[in-house]
């Protein structure tokens, strides 16, 4: 057997072993060309094939209408911070986000070279421990921004702001993507970064309104354009091929376990055992994020003191449970319980966790 941890890094983050398994079966000799997908032509039929199941995988999982175009592009979710204000800014209009902590606020500080920039709403007076509540989007915007989980802070929407029928709402959603059922006709554009809950690093999942991709100014750089790339069917020139491979397969592997449907009555399950433990330990282990706001896939906390943080880090480290440590902005804890993180692991780290508080309260 090979060792295996249970790996609760932020991103990039843990993959479903079947899926790496497969992977490894199939490296050599992908789909029976005698040659290993990486080896392969994007042009030729069997990439082809495994690159259009890919998009229709994520509209089936997702319910993605007809309407919207699927995208797999490079340069992260932070090219999309300044590709989202460099497409959709039309008329001199503002641009309105929401600022729940540090991606928002990269994506933010983009927005500004492209015209005015106003943020409706902050959770900032409070070091991002919650999402605002009664957003208020005006008419008026080119696009309202928001980041739907924040993997640094830990908190989650779980209720999606309104905004008037003509604003397309536009979704970071590196860090959560297909962690629960959502209605994606709510949105106008969703992006995420792979490496949190879908893949691995190097490719950015991009999701459009088919009509959003006409604002965009004739002379703006031709791979900066969505609609270059929709048109082309993310084909218009050599795109990551093996990081769209292992999404396509850990999507498979979504669909076997039930979709996503399933998948978030699991994640529900995981993030209550770990929240409840927080929750009776008499503030031993303290959560970050305000109890409406909790997220799903990062649970933030800190212990009685930062000594005892770098202990309960190093402890959990010689039990297998890989990455526990929290972001520098915050410090503490982070325990990143994405799609692909088991109960088990879960569970394993809540033992752990009972087990350090009787050792050292
Ligand atoms: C990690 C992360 C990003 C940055 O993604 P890159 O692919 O590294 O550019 C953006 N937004 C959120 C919410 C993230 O968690």
Redo the contacts with the bound molecule.
């Keep these: 057997m090979v060792k295996r941890v249970y790996n609760f890094y ?2 990039p983050a843990t993959l479903p072993l079947p899926v790496l398994e497969k992977a490894q079966k199939n490296l050599l000799n992908f789909d029976d060309t005698g040659m290993s997908l990486m080896e392969i032509s994007h042009r030729s039929k069997e990439y082809a094939k495994m690159h259009t199941e890919a998009s229709s995988l994520v509209r089936e999982l997702m319910g993605i209408p007809d309407d919207y175009k699927i995208m797999w592009l490079q ?7 300044y590709m989202v204000p460099l497409n959709l800014q039309v008329g001199k209009k503002p641009m309105e986000y929401v600022n729940t902590g540090v ?1 928002s606020k ?2 933010i500080k983009e927005g500004k070279f492209y015209g005015d920039v106003k943020v409706v709403a902050s959770s900032e007076d409070e070091t991002f421990s919650y999402i605002p509540k009664d957003i208020e989007f005006s008419g008026n915007t080119a696009f309202a921004h928001i ?6 802070y830990g908190t989650e929407y779980h209720e999606w702001p309104k905004v008037p029928s003509d604003v397309p709402l536009v979704c ?5 993507i297909m962690d629960s059922v959502i209605d994606s006709k709510k949105f106008g554009v969703i992006y ?5 809950n879908m893949g691995p ?1 190097g490719v ?1 999942l991009v999701i459009v309104r088919d009509d959003l991709l006409e604002r965009v100014p004739e002379n703006t750089p031709t791979m900066q354009k969505w609609k270059t790339h929709a048109e082309k069917d993310s084909l218009f020139n050599t795109g990551p091929c093996w990081a769209i491979y292992i999404c396509k397969l850990s999507l498979e592997h979504l669909k076997e376990l039930g979709s996503v449907s399933a998948m978030e009555k699991i994640n529900r399950k995981k993030a209550k055992i770990l929240y409840d433990v927080i929750d009776s330990s008499n503030d031993f282990y303290k959560g970050h994020a305000k109890k409406d706001s909790r997220s799903l896939m990062n649970v933030t906390f800190n212990l009685p003191t930062p000594e005892l943080e770098t202990k309960c880090v190093a402890e959990g480290l010689a039990r297998n449970l890989v990455g526990l440590k929290g972001h520098r902005s915050i410090g503490g804890m982070r325990a990143s319980i994405y799609n692909a993180m088991p109960v088990e692991g879960v569970q394993t780290l809540v033992e752990f966790m009972k087990e350090f508080q009787e050792n050292n309260q």
């Design positions: 932020a991103g340069g992260g979710a932070s090219s999309q911070f991606w990269k994506a980041t739907g989980n924040n993997t640094i970071d959603m590196s860090s959560h995420a970064g792979a490496q949190k690093a950015t």
